[in-house]
């Protein structure tokens, strides 16, 4: 069940999304927005460009009464949109460096003050406010990786800059881990259609699932202390030969952004660098890392439908979500959805009787369903009203720069 659209919310919606993503570029200078850490990283107004050029070439382009802002941009800011056209190496955004971040301000005005205007002006029918709609979530994908890229790019800066002041951290441990029994049977998985969905939460659909146990909390940094103490990164036999080749070709021996100094372990922060957090979820590893671990705990990571079934139980229950004052996960609890996206035992596949939409739009989310890895819930990054528990992350097996952990399971025996 598809609802219709109200346009004033629409416009209310659109408006203060973009809005969202100016508040995070604020706190940054031009030189700050310009850098790219690595490939698999953009610079921030690179995002704020390609978030507009979403908008313009999907939406604004139909309209005959629209003119263009700058034919380069569309090259410049596409970012994997075969059909569309060429575009600019996604390795060497951070080299261009014009325009700079008043032109690409200049720009999001400029189109935002299109759309409105085409709204308001009832040029817009159903199908392209659907776009605005979907390119409004697009946006906030955009804002989470925003955050993802510049604590990247900070946690690789001599002194580790500063991206919000926050108060210290509780250094308490968590509760001790606790398991809940779910059962088995015939369940229900995928978006139901009531509200906003991306395509790969859908086609809704049964499956089969054993009873299971599942953990009341995500795995944290306490626990993690423990793997690593115990030899978890030297036991060749935890690790899936792909996992053991990457720590040992990257020399991981603990999670991302973790340093020991003075014989204490720390961790980048957007807050800076701080002494580790006991009670907080562990954050940044990779599926890999979360592989290992499960199975050094005597358990393993859920399947997506396991996760999705258990977290229909704990739906109105949320964690740390995106907090431009905090941006960090909070202590770990009961919820499932917040604080860290929780890896899977599932790859990424289309569920049956999926289908990629028409046209270039269409290459959003099928044409990346090979070799990467689904995550559940949300993240500290992720923003409010961004999430659902039948949202589908996924990232291959290597990568940690999300704010990725994990949540451990077991059969019911």
């Not at 301000?105 to 308001?120: K, Q, T």
């Amino acid at each position: 069940m598809t609802l219709a659209i109200d346009t004033r919310d629409l416009v209310q919606r659109f408006l203060d999304v973009r809005r969202m993503t100016d508040a995070l570029a604020a706190r940054l200078s031009a030189e700050d927005q310009t850098a790219q850490s690595m490939p698999d990283t953009s610079p921030t107004k690179w995002h704020r460009a390609h978030t507009t050029w979403f908008f313009e070439e999907f939406v604004l382009r139909a309209d005959p009464d629209y003119t263009e802002f700058d034919p380069s941009y569309r090259y410049l800011f596409n970012s994997y949109y075969e059909a569309v056209g060429p575009r600019h190496p996604r390795p060497q955004r951070g080299l261009v460096t014009r325009p700079g971040i008043v032109d690409i301000g200049r720009y999001r005005s400029y189109v935002d003050e299109a759309v409105v205007r085409a709204l308001d002006g009832g040029r817009l029918g159903e199908p392209a406010q659907r776009l605005i709609e979907l390119g409004t979530h697009h946006e906030q994908q955009h804002q989470e990786l925003l955050v993802m890229d510049i604590k990247h790019l900070f946690s690789i800066h001599p002194f580790g800059p500063v991206y919000v002041e926050r108060p210290a951290d509780d250094q308490s441990p968590a509760a001790p881990q606790a398991w809940s029994r779910v059962p088995g049977g015939i369940v229900e998985i995928g978006h139901d259609g009531r509200g906003f969905a991306f395509d790969n939460e859908g086609p809704r659909h049964q499956v089969l699932l054993s009873d299971f146990e599942i953990a009341e909390r995500a795995v944290t940094v306490g626990d993690w202390l423990e793997f690593m103490a115990d030899g978890g990164y030297d036991q060749p036999g935890l690790w899936l030969s792909d996992g053991w080749a990457t720590i040992n070709a990257e020399g991981w021996r603990a999670p991302g952004y973790w340093q020991q100094v003075d014989g204490q372990w720390t961790t980048y922060t957007l807050s800076g660098r701080r002494p580790v957090v006991p009670g907080e979820p562990v954050c940044h590893v990779s599926f890999y890392e979360a592989d290992a671990f499960a199975r050094w705990a005597g358990a393993r990571l859920p399947t997506e439908f396991e996760w999705e079934t258990a977290a229909t139980h704990r739906a109105e229950r949320r964690g740390q979500l995106l907090d431009p004052d905090r941006v960090h996960p909070g202590r770990a609890g009961s919820a499932m959805v917040g604080d860290v996206w929780e890896w899977t035992a599932s790859a990424y596949l289309p569920y049956p009787g999926f289908a990629a939409a028409p046209g270039a739009v269409g290459e959003y989310n099928g044409k990346f369903m090979s070799d990467q890895h689904v995550l559940r819930g949300a993240g500290a990054a992720t923003p409010p009203g961004h999430e659902r528990i039948t949202y589908r992350n996924f990232f291959p097996a290597r990568s940690r720069w999300a704010f990725s952990g994990l949540r451990l399971a077991r059969s019911a025996a």
